[in-house]
């Protein structure tokens, strides 16, 4: 199966690298989905966004990310984000809470965080 180069980085830390078979992001111009030898491709990730990642050995791998880019290339993708957490890092009452109770910009970040957390919204 066709593998691709990976890597999930927020402005504080790198959060995940490997090979990937799969990696769907939500931009500014909607959810695209990147497969080994995609056309590069730069795309602006929205506010409050998931990114999915199938790696190679059959997990998958999501992220609650919050603005920045994704960038793929002849080498792979690079999603680089302003700030971003790993599905499991999630705080899930946090998020809630923010939920009802943030301005527009932390809700919005509530949500994407329940969505990479597997919770509904």
Known sequence: MAE???ELVAVERRLWSG???MVIARTTEGEIGILPRHIPLLGELIEGGVVEIRTSDGETVRAAVHGGFLSV????VSILAESAELAGEIDVKQA???LEQG???ARLRAAGRLQA???AV
């Not at 290339?73 to 792979?76: F, L, N, V």
Request: no cysteine; charged share 30%; proline share 0%.
């Open 19 to 21: 090979t990937a078979t």
């Open 117 to 119: 957390a597997g919770q």
């Open 4 to 6: 691709m180069s990976v």
């Open 103 to 105: 301005d527009d910009k």
């Open 96 to 98: 809630r809470a923010d």
């Open 73 to 76: 290339t002849a080498d792979g």
